[in-house]
């Protein structure tokens, strides 16, 4: 069964970097992209970005760009999303989700990362 | 402020339909497919309908949704008690090169 197992909560000082982990599993995870979504406390879902697990290629969310970076390991099946400069409105929790057909088709979601900044 | 607008509560009573409205623009809804997520309290969103008005297997068909011009809706029909949960619209946007959301709808069964 397909299953994407996020790394564990974090916290952060303002200023500083995160980077999380999403170890896929269940399938071919070169066929597949890879989608970030991130949830404020008590907010609605904000996607950041989707990186090809094939090529590499990503597309950012254009509040992001320049402080994401999403990355892969196909050895380990796992991807990473890096954000540096954290604020405190980055708290939030972060979901990596599988894509599927198109950028918004997320068949399957990690468990979430809570990112604390503060 | 979402890109996409949905109202923010719903409610009914179990056994009733109720439905949710998601309002886009030509360079979202009105282009490309529109997909609906829930989110029961505490959990990771799930994918409930795909490509407008497709459900992914193990999404009971009391689930569907429709797209028409520049929305969409979700129809829940038989309300039931663990419907309770949050859902979101989302779509592709042209202008923005980017996944938006609705800013999510509270499904409260009374």
């Known amino acids: 069964q397909v299953q994407l197992v996020q790394s564990g909560a974090e916290v952060k000082k303002p200023g500083a970097s995160v980077k999380v982990s999403c170890k896929a599993s269940g399938y071919t995870f070169t066929n597949y992209g890879i989608s970030w979504v991130r949830q404020a406390p008590g907010q609605g879902l904000e996607w950041m970005g989707w990186?090809?697990?094939?090529?590499?290629?990503?597309k950012y969310a254009q509040k992001l760009q320049g402080r994401v970076t999403m990355t892969t390991d196909t050895s380990t099946s796992t991807a990473y999303m890096e954000l540096r400069s954290l604020r405190s409105d980055d708290t939030a929790v972060y979901y990596c989700a599988k894509g599927s057909e198109t950028y918004s088709d997320f068949d399957y979601w990690g468990q979430g990362t809570l990112v604390t900044v503060s | 402020q979402s890109v996409l607008t949905e109202p923010p509560s719903a409610s009914g009573t179990p056994g009733q339909r109720v439905t949710i409205s998601c309002s886009g623009s030509?360079?979202?809804?009105?282009?490309?497919?529109v997909y609906w997520y829930q989110q029961l309290p505490g959990t990771a969103p799930k994918l409930l309908i795909y490509?407008?008005?497709q459900r992914p297997s193990g999404v009971p068909d009391r689930f569907s949704g429709s797209k028409s011009g520049t929305s969409a809706s979700l129809a829940i029909s038989g309300l039931r008690s663990e419907d309770e949960a949050d859902y979101y619209c989302?779509?592709?946007?042209?202008?923005?090169?980017?996944?938006?959301f609705g800013g999510g709808t509270k499904l409260t069964v009374l």
């Open positions: 490509r407008n008005n």
């Open positions: 030509s360079s979202n809804i009105g282009s490309n497919y």
């Open positions: 989302a779509a592709w946007d042209d202008s923005l090169s980017g996944v938006v």
């Open positions: 990186i090809s697990a094939y090529s590499g290629s990503t």
